[in-house]
């Protein structure tokens, strides 16, 4: 398993960009999955974006166009631009990881072996 450690939440107004970053630690990063999940008070923990080992990305409906995951394997980082952020995007933020098998299904929090602490982000209106 990987160890992950985010940064970059913080608050912004809204129509505002903020970028976390999802740092792993552990070998053959580049054969692991990643995804972004967050959670607001009270709700469960829902998915945002994943990038698979081979570059697939996914994205929930309600932040196509505006959330972009990415990678980079030298640095052993997954990464997530948030812009034009709305009110409804505050939560705190999970970066997970799952080491690539087939059958994976990005959206699922179970399909994720390893989390990171969680970073929050808030959206002022």
């Known amino acids: 398993q990987v160890q992950l450690v985010e940064s970059g939440g913080g608050l912004v107004q809204a129509g505002g960009s903020l970028r976390l970053s999802c740092a792993a630690s552990g070998r053959a990063f580049s054969y692991y999955s990643m995804g972004w999940f967050r959670q607001a008070p009270g709700k469960e923990r829902d998915f945002v974006a994943a990038?698979?080992?081979?570059?697939?990305?996914y994205y929930t409906e309600s932040v196509k166009g505006r959330f972009t995951i990415s990678r980079d394997n030298a640095k052993n980082s997954v990464y997530l631009q948030m812009n034009s952020l709305k009110p409804e995007d505050t939560a705190v933020y999970y970066c997970?990881?799952?080491?690539?098998?087939?059958?994976?299904?990005?959206?699922?929090?179970?399909?994720?072996?390893?989390w990171g602490q969680g970073t929050q982000v808030t959206v002022s209106s």
């Open positions: 997970a990881a799952v080491a690539a098998r087939v059958g994976w299904d990005p959206h699922r929090v179970n399909e994720y072996t390893s």
């Open positions: 990038i698979s080992w081979s570059v697939s990305t």
